[in-house]
């Protein structure tokens, strides 16, 4: 960390210059928009759907993230298989199977070509997105159609991402979460907002940016939060231009850990979050303090962050929202725009003149 980084992050000026779109004001509205997209998803209307007997989430990128959260909880939540397909293909189709392709732009090219798929099935299906041509397909097909007004990037609408599919899943019977739950969590997102926001004099997330800076960040994920881990290395690599890789306990404790642990091995320039949570099992809590302990022993840098939350969403939500703050500030210290995207444009435009 660097004397004056986290005097830096306090600096207007530099946000001004660095973030000239106000890419914080985004981050600042996912508890607003969670709250409309949970509604939207109870508000949707769909006639004569049954509870599926499988339920697949297509999507790519930031329009994946919540599915992932979604079949996440799911996993520990229903006995009906949820499953998140980032791809072109899907697996075979049955009058049983339920579909949920999201689309950002609606126009993301994998998720049309399962469009297609789907179109050509007896599968149950809804399209979710701002508008592009899934709506406009949608709309041929006769698919019921969820449509959303969001200004910023895909990787800034979580809460729709989120709160969509699970509502429409605990309307399908699906899933049971209820309205007490939901509730929790978004206060919890309005404290996560309160607390990494610009106007915390002591943001968890600036400290965390500024220990970060000039360094690989390695996101290890507890149990639940392995989802909030790939969320922080995808956001650190879009937002601040920095590679960033994911792990998750226990899974790293059976692999990754014996080369990390020993102190001969070479890492730099890696530093290591360990993602934390009240809910995350007792035995894999263990195994995070002991994994820190056993690493800082080898010499290696290590955090252990627990954004807190009651409920496994609860926890994958707040560790989002730390991430997220994260991400911000460590685009400021590297002085990158955050909402720039200029290579991942690039890649699309030449993906689309290859058609």
Same mark, same amino acid.
């Given at each position: 960390?660097? =004397?004056?980084?986290?005097?830096?992050?306090?600096?207007?000026?530099?946000?001004?210059?660095?973030?000239?779109?106000?890419?914080?004001?985004?981050?600042?509205?996912?508890?607003?928009?969670?709250?409309?997209?949970?509604?939207?998803?109870?508000?949707?209307?769909?006639?004569?759907?049954?509870? =599926?007997?499988?339920?697949?989430?297509?999507?790519?990128?930031?329009?994946?993230?919540?599915?992932?959260?979604?079949?996440?909880?799911?996993?520990?939540?229903?006995?009906? %298989?949820? #499953?998140?397909?980032? !791809?072109?293909?899907? @697996? %075979?189709?049955? @009058?049983?199977?339920?579909?949920?392709?999201?689309?950002?732009?609606?126009?993301?090219?994998?998720?049309?070509?399962?469009?297609?798929?789907?179109?050509?099935?007896?599968?149950?299906?809804?399209?979710?997105?701002?508008?592009?041509?899934?709506?406009?397909?949608?709309? &041929?097909?006769?698919?019921?159609?969820?449509?959303?007004?969001?200004?910023?990037? @895909?990787?800034?609408?979580?809460?729709?991402?989120?709160?969509?599919?699970?509502?429409?899943?605990? &309307?399908?019977?699906?899933?049971?979460?209820?309205?007490?739950?939901?509730?929790?969590?978004?206060?919890?997102?309005? #404290?996560?907002?309160?607390?990494?926001?610009?106007?915390?004099?002591?943001? #968890?997330?600036?400290?965390?940016?500024?220990?970060?800076?000039?360094?690989?960040?390695?996101?290890?994920?507890?149990?639940?939060?392995?989802?909030?881990?790939?969320?922080?290395?995808?956001?650190?690599?879009?937002?601040?231009?920095? @590679?960033?890789?994911?792990?998750?306990? %226990?899974?790293? !404790?059976? !692999?990754?850990?014996?080369?990390?642990?020993?102190?001969?091995?070479?890492?730099?320039?890696? #530093?290591?979050?360990?993602?934390?949570?009240?809910?995350?099992?007792?035995?894999?809590?263990?195994?995070?303090?002991?994994?820190?302990?056993?690493?800082?022993?080898?010499?290696?840098?290590?955090?252990?962050?627990?954004?807190?939350?009651?409920?496994?969403?609860?926890?994958?939500?707040?560790?989002?929202?730390?991430?997220?703050?994260?991400?911000?500030?460590?685009?400021?210290?590297?002085?990158?725009?955050?909402?720039?995207?200029?290579?991942?444009?690039?890649?699309?435009?030449?993906?689309?003149?290859?058609?």
């Amino acid at each position: 960390m660097t =004397p004056d980084a986290i005097a830096r992050l306090s600096d207007a000026a530099l946000r001004a210059r660095v973030d000239p779109s106000g890419f914080d004001r985004l981050l600042q509205g996912l508890p607003a928009q969670a709250r409309s997209a949970w509604q939207l998803g109870l508000d949707a209307p769909f006639e004569g759907f049954t509870t =599926p007997s499988r339920v697949l989430l297509v999507g790519l990128g930031g329009s994946a993230i919540g599915a992932d959260v979604a079949a996440t909880l799911a996993s520990d939540l229903c006995e009906i %298989p949820v #499953r998140v397909v980032r !791809n072109y293909h899907l @697996p %075979p189709l049955t @009058p049983e199977t339920l579909v949920i392709l999201s689309s950002f732009s609606g126009d993301t090219e994998e998720t049309l070509a399962a469009f297609d798929t789907v179109a050509a099935s007896d599968a149950q299906a809804i399209a979710v997105t701002t508008g592009g041509r899934l709506a406009a397909r949608a709309r &041929r097909h006769g698919m019921p159609l969820i449509i959303y007004a969001w200004d910023g990037a @895909p990787r800034t609408g979580l809460g729709f991402g989120v709160f969509i599919p699970l509502a429409l899943l605990r &309307r399908l019977g699906v899933m049971v979460i209820s309205d007490a739950e939901v509730q929790a969590a978004f206060e919890t997102l309005d #404290r996560c907002t309160a607390e990494y926001g610009p106007a915390s004099e002591h943001s #968890r997330a600036r400290h965390l940016a500024a220990w970060l800076e000039g360094s690989v960040p390695a996101i290890i994920g507890a149990d639940m939060l392995e989802v909030a881990a790939r969320r922080w290395a995808g956001e650190i690599s879009e937002n601040a231009k920095q @590679p960033a890789a994911s792990y998750a306990i %226990p899974e790293f !404790n059976h !692999n990754q850990f014996e080369a990390v642990a020993r102190p001969e091995t070479r890492v730099e320039p890696l #530093r290591f979050v360990l993602l934390d949570a009240p809910p995350v099992h007792p035995r894999n809590r263990l195994r995070v303090t002991q994994t820190a302990e056993m690493m800082q022993q080898a010499g290696r840098h290590v955090e252990i962050a627990d954004a807190g939350g009651e409920t496994p969403l609860e926890a994958i939500l707040a560790s989002c929202a730390l991430g997220s703050w994260t991400s911000y500030y460590l685009s400021l210290l590297r002085e990158v725009d955050p909402a720039s995207m200029t290579v991942m444009d690039q890649l699309k435009r030449t993906l689309a003149q290859e058609q």
